[in-house]
């Protein structure tokens, strides 16, 4: 209880572990090490309310100044880990510094995966994972302006809904045949890309981007063979998990840090949890969550093992979107060959899409129907079976099914 504890990476996971830590009773010093200029804060608001205005930076932190102090956590800002000597159980910083620890905790999470193509490097094109990515965008976010969103997936599609919103003139660059093509069923892609067209955002599928033009800024976007004007450009396709550190001192890490259903790595007194982890799911295969869920959950299990209470992690996934008025809440994690159910009316603007596989429920997708999604979650969980035409049935209240 009295051991030393470092934790790298001073977001979602970090502070969640720190404060669990406590709870189970660790009364060791805790040392927080984050390379940005903030303390823990959440990203989700970053391209909803906040990007929109709506949500004050404050607002942002997860917790308040004061509360380090009082949690007896050195909290090293500005701060990056370069380095893990295992043998001599140190982490070296980019300032030189050594610190050693008794339990490590690498909660690094992930970074944005950048466009590679001709001009990718103009200034007015920006990306969105931290407070500094928002303010740099913002400065460029007026009304009027042209916007293109390079990636139909969450981030690029929240990001369309506030541009439009803001009365910018926002089309959105798809690769794929659809949008949010790899997080969600056909039927959802359908209803949010006609949301998109009817608030006036030009949605191109099928088309992928090839460069971009412009003398001192960007000023076109070259995609589907084809030049568009543009004023300033967004990207959002994805993120690669930062498990550098890891992999370079020698712990199992390909596309995120391997640990087991403890958050622990392949060294015993080496943690990992959140974005930057590839871990056992529920059905025991390996798997990178990108998720606040994920991070929560996680670094729960991390700090009860790292204080000898280990417990597996088994929780169903969840997830959620905000575009426009719409909600998106998603439950379990789908699969291609899972048999889809269709509960309410899209035109309704409150449905929801079962997955179902060996009849048991397997996932939910919830559009402004919050009682489908948590009624769903729990009888993932349960691992329960429900006839498909039970679940089609709006007439049966889902709290009936739940019970
Ligand atoms: C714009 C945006 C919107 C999102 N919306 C949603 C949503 O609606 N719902 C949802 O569930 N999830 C959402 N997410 C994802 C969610 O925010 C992440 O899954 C969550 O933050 C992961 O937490 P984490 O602790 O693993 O990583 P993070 O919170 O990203 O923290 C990792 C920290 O580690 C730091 N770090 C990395 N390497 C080092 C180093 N060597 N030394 C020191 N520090 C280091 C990083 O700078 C970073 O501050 C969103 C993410 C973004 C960017």
């Not at 948590?374 to 739940?402: H, N």
Request: some cysteine; charged content about 25%; glycine content about 10%.
């Amino acid at each position: 209880m009295s051991e030393k504890i470092v934790i790298i990476g001073a977001g979602q996971a970090a502070i969640q572990a720190v404060q669990s830590l406590r709870a189970e009773g660790h009364a060791g010093p805790i040392t927080l090490v984050g390379e940005e200029a903030y303390p823990p804060y959440q990203r989700p608001p970053l391209s909803k309310a906040y990007l929109l205005s709506q949500l004050e930076r404050p607002r942002l932190f997860l917790k308040s100044d004061a509360y380090y102090g009082e949690a007896g956590v050195d909290l090293l800002l500005n701060t990056t880990a370069k380095a893990i000597d295992r043998a001599g159980k140190t982490v070296e910083l980019t300032d030189g510094r050594k610190l050693p620890y008794d339990k490590l905790l690498l909660t690094t999470g992930a970074r944005v995966r950048k466009l590679r193509c001709p001009g990718a490097d103009l200034p007015g094109i920006f990306y969105l994972k931290s407070i500094a990515d928002v303010d740099a965008l913002q400065a460029a976010f007026l009304p009027g302006a042209r916007i293109a969103i390079v990636g139909a997936g969450y981030i690029g599609l929240e990001v369309a809904a506030v541009g439009a919103k803001r009365g910018l003139q926002v089309t959105v660059f798809e690769a794929m045949d659809r949008v949010m093509a790899r997080a969600v069923s056909p039927a959802l892609s359908d209803f949010f890309m006609a949301e998109h067209v009817k608030a006036g955002v030009d949605v191109k599928l099928n088309t992928g981007v090839e460069g971009f033009e412009g003398s001192g800024k960007v000023e076109r976007i070259l995609a589907g063979g084809k030049s568009h004007d543009v004023d300033l450009v967004l990207v959002g396709i994805g993120v690669i998990a930062n498990d550098e550190l890891a992999r370079e001192a020698g712990l199992a890490a390909t596309d995120g840090i391997v640990v087991d259903r403890n958050a622990m790595t392949s060294d015993s007194a080496i943690f990992a949890a959140g974005d930057c982890t590839r871990h056992y799911g529920r059905e025991g295969t390996l798997l990178r969550l990108e998720c606040v869920q994920n991070a929560i959950d996680q670094a729960k299990h991390a700090a009860l093992a790292m204080t000898g209470k280990p417990k597996d992690y088994s929780e169903v996934p969840w997830f959620w979107s905000d575009q426009y008025d719409l909600k998106l809440q998603i439950a379990g994690l789908a699969r291609p060959s899972d048999r889809l159910v269709a509960r309410g009316d899209p035109a309704s603007r409150k449905f929801s899409v079962f997955h179902l596989r060996d009849g048991k429920i397997a996932a939910v997708e919830a559009v402004n129907a919050p009682q489908d999604y948590m009624i769903g979650k729990k009888l993932i969980a349960e691992g329960r079976a429900v006839p498909a035409e039970t679940l089609a049935d709006s007439a049966i209240p889902m709290k009936q099914i739940g019970v």
